[in-house]
């Protein structure tokens, strides 16, 4: 009888051993994931579009709801950190703050393009900065420049519709649908506004 409460209790310490060694190593491995989550880089970032209509150049300025930044890294270097990096904007999520506008942007204009736009960011160096920029199905290599301001990049840069991006059809299309509202005049040039933050 004694030696049947002595395996017993022996039995139960080494179930409540394993038991423990068990919690223990479930709760190093949510330390370690927290850890792993707390390490990862994080940056904020922000586009502005501004296109212009009429014979006065007035601009309309405009975003992107959906605008992804992939491939970041840590150095301590926001140059370093995005060079590399690639992006992609959802252009079905246009807008322009007016949702009349941004139907036909999308309608007229982006779903005749091929695809989404994206790109990478390709180099960094002396306040320009070099853009690889996939359009319409079109790479084109453009450079913008940048300056810091406090912990932000800022970038700007103008892309042409048609002498870059071939997209005569999206811009004809979009010229003729706004064509009194924008008195006969729609430009080709778009400037192109950014903002990274390290979070």
């Known amino acids: 009888m004694k030696k049947s409460i002595l395996a017993l209790a022996l039995t139960a310490t080494v ?34 579009w501004v296109a212009y209509k009429t014979p006065d150049k007035i601009g309309v300025p405009g975003t992107f709801n959906d605008i992804e930044l992939s491939g970041t890294k840590d150095s301590g ?4 950190d995005i060079k590399d990096a690639t992006f992609k904007v959802v252009t079905s999520t246009v807008n322009s703050k007016d949702p009349l506008r941004d139907e036909k942007l999308f309608n007229g204009f982006f779903k005749l393009m091929a695809g989404d736009i994206t790109g990478k960011f390709v180099d960094f160096k002396e306040g320009k900065a070099t853009i690889d920029i996939t359009m319409n199905g079109v790479t084109k290599q453009k450079e913008f420049t940048y300056t810091f301001i406090g912990d932000t990049m800022v970038l700007k840069g103008t892309i042409d519709i048609l002498a870059d991006f071939n997209g005569s059809t999206a811009f004809n299309s979009l010229h003729e649908l706004c ?9 080709t040039e778009v400037d192109i506004n950014v903002e990274i933050t390290k979070q």
């Open 77 to 80: 270097n926001i140059e370093q």
């Open 179 to 187: 064509k009194d509202l924008h008195a006969g005049k729609t430009w």
């Open 15 to 48: 179930f409540v051993g394993c038991k423990k060694e068990e919690a223990k190593k479930a709760e190093d491995q949510t330390q370690l994931e927290e850890v792993q989550i707390s390490e990862k880089v994080h940056y904020l970032h922000k586009l502005e």
